[in-house]
């Protein structure tokens, strides 16, 4: 097994899979009859979109800008909520059966 040579990638994945398992834990603790595993895709998603635009390096840059190779972008912070926030069941609109 080679995976001391990969010990970033190792530790990004661990990051990865503990804030997943945290977004889905939470969700799952509060809608626990809608919440299931079979949500883990999105979770991890979820959690991957945090990393990427929240994530502030030292050089005040983000994993997006440097892969990307931009100098600045606009962080989507009116995006960032709480994974299945109910927010979006409570609209009006998507409360209204057709």
């Keep these: 097994s080679a995976h001391h040579q990969n010990g970033v990638v190792e530790r990004a994945i661990k990051s990865l899979t503990l804030i997943s398992r945290t ?17 883990w895709p999105f979770a991890l998603l979820a959690a991957q979109d945090q990393m990427n635009q929240l ?11 440097d892969f990307s190779e931009t100098a600045s972008a606009t962080l989507r912070l009116r995006d960032c909520h709480t994974w299945v926030c109910p927010c979006y069941v409570l609209d009006s609109r998507v409360q209204t059966n057709p």
């Design 23 to 39: 977004i889905l834990l939470h969700a799952q603790r509060h809608w626990p009859e809608y919440i299931t595993t079979m949500l």
């Design 55 to 65: 994530t502030v390096n030292l050089d005040g840059t983000t994993p997006e800008m």
